[in-house]
């Protein structure tokens, strides 16, 4: 798996992003977000008060299959779903389910703090916990009266 | 096996079968199915689904085989969403003989492997051709 980086792979995604979504403003007009070919795995993005959760449908993929690394802003979700191979006297009827590697990257929304980030890979679906810094958490505002 | 890089897949959503008592979606998982003479064993992808919420059903040549998921917390609020979440549901028409007592089922890391022997009878069988 080594052979994936040899330079900074954030540097070079993140090069590649900007450069799309440079394309994409320009073909779509304004839109922030455009719609693009989704990569592998599918993420879905969530919140609560002091974290930020990105989850990933992986299944049979083991944990010591799995990488993911923070950088600034950027999660890198990266890794391999193997299916092994059965005997030779075996006739397949079905085969639907793929094997392969993937990676992918993830710019944050938000702020995160980069010493407390949790991964956990609960019955094939990983949940990456990320805990949001003081400063970008929300906070009620007390209005006095004057 | 050439190693390939995955592709992400839309779920394919169930069809609905009567009402379901509880709300949410259903979606088909995706299967392998291979047969050893022994036995036939199915592997399907079920994301979510632990072994303590999975049904398997086996009748008149019927198996259904459904996962049920656990909604994501609610106190939380989606950003984005990329995958739809719901239970995984499906059903084949079995054309061997199953011997209904040695039925296997197992599930790791979101895959359901079940290992259906067949019955003595269903078991290839060599046929010996006399010469007269």
Redesign the interface.
């Known amino acids: 798996m080594a052979m994936f980086f040899n330079r900074d792979p954030f540097q070079e995604l993140d090069d590649l992003q900007r450069q799309m979504d440079r394309l994409f403003q320009t073909a779509v007009g304004r839109e922030r977000y455009p719609r693009r070919m989704g990569v592998y795995p599918l993420l879905n993005i969530s919140e609560d008060h002091d974290h930020l959760y990105v989850r990933a449908e992986l299944p049979g993929v083991s944990p010591e299959d799995l990488e993911v690394t923070l950088k600034d802003q950027n999660l890198l979700i990266r890794g391999q779903r193997k299916i092994p191979a059965e005997e030779k006297n075996v006739n397949y009827h079905r085969r639907e389910r793929e094997s392969g590697f993937f990676r992918r990257v993830l710019r944050l929304p938000a702020q995160v703090d980069p010493q407390n980030v949790e991964a956990a890979c609960k019955d094939g679906v990983l949940t990456i916990t990320l805990a949001k810094p003081e400063e970008v958490k929300p906070r009620q505002i007390t209005v006095k009266s004057a | 096996?050439t190693?390939?890089?995955?592709?992400?897949k839309v779920k394919e959503e169930a069809p609905v079968k009567g009402e379901r008592v509880r709300p949410g979606r259903v979606f088909i998982p995706?299967?392998?199915?291979?047969?050893?003479?022994e036995t036939l064993v199915l592997?399907a992808?079920?994301?979510?689904?632990?072994g303590d919420n999975v049904t398997l059903d086996l009748k008149d040549n019927l198996l259904i085989i459904f996962g049920q998921v656990n909604p994501?917390?609610e106190?939380?609020?989606?950003?984005?969403?990329?995958?739809a979440?719901g239970d995984f549901y499906r059903e084949f028409q079995m054309g061997e003989l199953i011997d209904t007592g040695k039925i296997e089922a197992s599930?790791r890391?979101?895959?359901l492997t079940l290992t259906l022997p067949k019955a003595e009878k269903a078991k290839p069988r060599r046929i010996e051709v006399k010469s007269g």
Not at chain 2, 3 to 8: C, V, Y
Not at chain 2, 30 to 37: L, R
Not at chain 2, 75 to 83: G, I, N, V
Request: a negative charge; zero cysteines; glycine letters at 6%.
């Open positions: 096996m190693e390939q890089e995955l592709k992400p995706a299967v392998d199915i291979f047969e050893t003479p592997v992808d079920m994301p979510g689904v632990s994501s917390p106190k939380e609020t989606l950003l984005a969403q990329e995958y979440i599930v890391n979101g895959v």
